[in-house]
């Protein structure tokens, strides 16, 4: 609920070692009235925020720019999009751009989040190509992260060929280098190690 995230994001502005507060999901543009007030709770601490999104709501420019106008307005700082060819079943490259247009046109910065698997399309690289990302604006304004597939959570399911030989020990135990770094609050209100 807007009043549970408001709390949490008191809390978090009270506590002096967090510095940054992240909305991710699910999709969390889904609850936009709920993410926005959020946001305006965490300008208001002067804390750094970020949104993780797979950018199914920039089906056009003008729906992108749009919401962003609004996220941007209530304090956002960056936009983490996840991509991967595990996406591109539900969500088309192109909202990717429409994303990525609509946020240059403010003052948030764009990271992509990229599942890599083996023999996979989606990279960094096919993304910098692909949506003709300026060479200045990388690591300044956008940003790539790279992660091979894991075999945690739903990746359990994978067939073994989706997964890299040079990551054994991240294919097998499904090791992430976040956990326990970046603290998470789920919907229900169970604190979670990432």
């Not at 992240?22 to 804390?47: H, N, Q």
């Not at 240059?104 to 960094?124: H, K, P, W």
Request: aromatic share 8%; with cysteine.
């Amino acid at each position: 609920t807007e009043q549970s995230v408001v709390e949490l994001v008191d809390l978090a502005g009270e506590t002096q070692t967090i510095s940054r507060v992240s909305f991710t999901g699910g999709e969390p543009i889904l609850f936009k009235p709920v993410l926005l007030a959020g946001l305006r709770r965490a300008k208001r601490y002067g804390l750094a925020s970020r949104v993780v999104s797979n950018a199914s709501w920039a089906k056009t420019p003008q729906a992108a720019t749009r919401i962003l106008g609004q996220l941007a307005e209530a304090g956002l700082g960056q936009l983490t999009l996840s991509c991967s060819d595990y996406h591109l079943e539900f969500v088309e490259l192109e909202c990717l751009r429409h994303a990525l247009d609509a946020a240059m046109a403010t003052d948030i910065e764009v990271g992509f989040s990229i599942i890599t698997r083996n023999g996979g399309q989606v990279s960094a690289e096919f993304l910098k190509d692909y949506l003709a990302v300026p060479e200045e604006l990388v690591g300044r304004r956008v940003f790539f992260f790279e992660t091979p597939v894991m075999a945690t959570g739903r990746g359990d399911t994978l067939p073994a060929e989706d997964f890299f030989e040079e990551y054994p020990q991240v294919n097998a135990h499904g090791r992430c280098d976040v956990a326990g770094r970046t603290p998470t609050v789920t919907p229900d209100g169970r604190l979670m190690a990432c």
